[in-house]
Structures are given as structure tokens and as C-alpha cells.
């Protein structure tokens, strides 16, 4: 009841987001520039000095996912509450999306999860989930199946963080067959 009081609307997330992405208000990646305008319909900020535009989701987990916010909150919010590991069809159900969507989204979660405290090396010192997010929207772009985009999004897990190649098996290996069980 409380989650949904306060994320229950693609608006609210929305405006959690934002204030999470920029908590001393908008500033333009590109020059650094405060001011801006908005355009409220498609959620883009345009810088004033350099008039770069910027969506809210861009350099994010939810960059180019079609899937609403409330759907992502949602989803967070049921992974990082759940006792035990919550299976890809447990969560499309209680998302209401297909399977492949949540087991996406879970891949993208634990990605994010286990590199929530990496930056890359850019002048913005950017979370560093944005390179397997980056990693992932290209192969997506190529056409392959959801399992090559998932193996994108988990690439470096193995090589940064501290998972292990048995870990990612226990993780996604009963759900599908996942290629970076072969590594």
C-alpha cells in the first residue's frame, strides 16, 4: 500500500527519478548547464547554453526500455524485498508483461545491483551500468534474442564484481539456458 501510494503513477516515478538523477535540479552532462527547458509530453530537458537534449531515462537503467517506470518500480521494489530469488514468471505475472520483459528487467536489476558502486572513468565519473546498459541496447539493435541481451547486460559482472561464473548459473541457468554459463 505504501509503495503504491507513493510510486503507483508513471508521474511519480517519474519525479522520483528525476530528483534522484539530479537532486540539486537539472545539469546538462554535456556543459554543464543549469538552465534548461522542459518539455513535458516527451520528458526531455533541453540544455540553454548548449541545447543538448536529454531524456530522464538516457544513462540509465530504463534507458531505451519501453516498459513504463511504474513497471520497473514495481519491479525493484519486489526483487530487493523478496526473501528468497524471484523467478522471471512470478514477476511477469505480477507485472503483467511477458516473460522475456521480466527476465530482461531482472538481468538488468542484478547488473545494476552488483555495479551500484563502480563509475567509469568519463569526465561525469558516470555509474558504471551504463556500459553494460550501452553493451546491451547495442546488441539489442542487431536483432538477437533476449538472452544474448541479457549476457550483455551481466558481461562484466563476473570480471568486476563479486559474482562468480557459479553464481550467475545457480542465478539464471534454471530459468533459461544462459550463455554465459559457458564462459
Excluded at 508521474?11 to 543549469?34: I, T, Y
Excluded at 520528458?43 to 537503467?61: E, H, N, P, W, Y
Excluded at 542484478?110 to 565519473?125: G, I, P, S
Excluded at 538477437?144 to 561464473?165: G, R
Aim: hydrophobic share 40%.
Amino acid at each position: 500500500a505504501e509503495f503504491q501510494r507513493l510510486y503507483g503513477t508513471e508521474d511519480q516515478c517519474h519525479e522520483h527519478l528525476v530528483a534522484q538523477r539530479w537532486p540539486d535540479g537539472f545539469v546538462c552532462s554535456a556543459c554543464g548547464g543549469r538552465s534548461h527547458s522542459y518539455a513535458h509530453r516527451k520528458r526531455i530537458f533541453q540544455c540553454s547554453a548548449c541545447r543538448k537534449q536529454t531524456s530522464t531515462r538516457s544513462g540509465t537503467l530504463f534507458h531505451a526500455s519501453r516498459t513504463p517506470l511504474t513497471k520497473w518500480y514495481l519491479a525493484i521494489h519486489l526483487i530487493t524485498s523478496a526473501k528468497n530469488d524471484v523467478a522471471a514468471l512470478e514477476l511477469a505475472r505480477q507485472l503483467d508483461v511477458k516473460w522475456d520483459t521480466a527476465w530482461l528487467i531482472k538481468a538488468a536489476d542484478f547488473a545494476a545491483l552488483k555495479h551500484r558502486m563502480q563509475r567509469r572513468k568519463d569526465a561525469e565519473a558516470s555509474p558504471y551500468i551504463n556500459h553494460p546498459l550501452a553493451v546491451a541496447q547495442i546488441v539489442a539493435d542487431i536483432g538477437p534474442d533476449d538472452t544474448t541481451v541479457a549476457a550483455a547486460l551481466l558481461h562484466d559482472a563476473v570480471e568486476d564484481t563479486d559474482i562468480t561464473l557459479a553464481d550467475l548459473k545457480e542465478q539464471y541457468a534454471a530459468e533459461k539456458a544462459f550463455p554465459a554459463a559457458e564462459w
